[in-house]
């Protein structure tokens, strides 16, 4: 398969009206936002998407409006996560349907799975499509995590084109580009935002950053620079996104990067509950993070 993720791709919020409905139109403007500051793909549904938020119907029109506005721009990767195979597959098609680029399927969440049943469940879906598919290994979020020796195996499927890594542990990524190096067909995405120009000089190929968002320019810059062999400057840029991740820790995510987003002048809404608004001194020391940052 030709298909090779790379650069920073950000997995785009979703936002929503004061009800709690999808706000199609600042949709939109978030994904003309976000192409226009030199992203490298948009990923809708992803965890800062809520993608557990929202029914299949939702999931559909969220995904159809991705496509629509991306226009062949960037690709459009799209998460198709659910507790179950045949819920994972069902959420495929409907990606499919409406015309993605490549999928990211999360490990099950809540059911701790076996190796072994991790192996055969992405088989499972990747057999299910044509699509490209990155696996989404989040330990901290679902108490699973692919093992890189399983990783090895799944590398070898051949729609099976990557894996993003969003543990922050920095010697399991560097094991997942150790053990499948050499196969062109298969790629390592970051998805802890302070690691990004660590995995690029190890060999990842980009990551699917959050605070991407928020920065797009100054997260772009990491990988752009970077390539172009400026490495002192692809290193300032990740110093200079560092502060912002550090700051999603206050609250429960995604609620710092909707805040920012406001903060920035995108009417995103809030997160749905249960998820709570941050509390005024979390706003006042993210307002200042941004304003360091030169972003407000």
């Keep these: 398969m030709n298909f090779k993720p790379r650069g920073i791709i950000p997995p785009i919020i979703t936002p929503l009206t004061s009800d709690g409905k999808f706000n199609e139109p600042i949709f939109r403007q978030m994904i003309n936002f976000l192409i226009s500051e030199g992203v490298h793909g948009i990923f809708p549904l992803g965890t800062t998407g809520e993608f557990y938020a929202f029914s299949p119907d939702e999931v559909r029109q969220i995904l159809k409006v991705a496509v629509e506005e ?11 996560n659910h507790i179950t195979t045949r819920g994972v597959i069902e959420l495929v098609k409907i990606a499919e349907e409406v015309g993605v680029d490549v999928i990211s399927v999360l490990t099950p969440m809540f059911v701790s799975q ?3 049943e991790l192996y055969e469940f992405y088989v499972s879906v990747a057999a299910s499509t044509k699509l490209p598919i990155i696996i989404y290994n989040n330990k ?13 195996r799944l590398a070898k499927i051949d729609n099976i084109v990557g894996i993003k890594d969003s543990t922050g542990d920095f010697t399991n990524t560097e094991e997942y580009l150790r053990l499948t190096r050499g196969n062109d067909n298969f790629s390592v995405l970051l998805g802890r935002d302070t690691l990004i120009y660590a995995g690029l000089a190890y060999g990842a190929t980009g990551a699917i950053a959050s605070c991407a968002n928020i920065a797009p320019r100054i997260a772009a810059d990491i990988y752009d620079k970077y390539m172009e062999g400026d490495l002192k400057g692809s290193l300032e840029a990740q110093y200079q996104l560092a502060p912002l991740r ?16 406001v903060m920035r002048g995108f009417e995103v809404g809030k997160c749905l509950e249960p998820i709570a608004e941050l509390l005024p001194e979390q706003k ?7 304003k360091e940052m030169n972003l407000i």
Excluded: D, S
């Design 70 to 80: 991306a226009a062949g721009r960037v690709p459009v990767y799209a998460g198709a």
């Design 246 to 261: 550090i700051a999603t820790n206050m609250g429960t995510f995604p609620a710092v990067i909707k805040e920012g987003l």
């Design 284 to 290: 006042e020391k993210l307002r200042k993070v941004l």
């Design 114 to 116: 076996t190796q072994e």
């Design 140 to 152: 901290p979020k679902t108490n699973v995590g692919v093992e890189p020796t399983t990783v090895a």
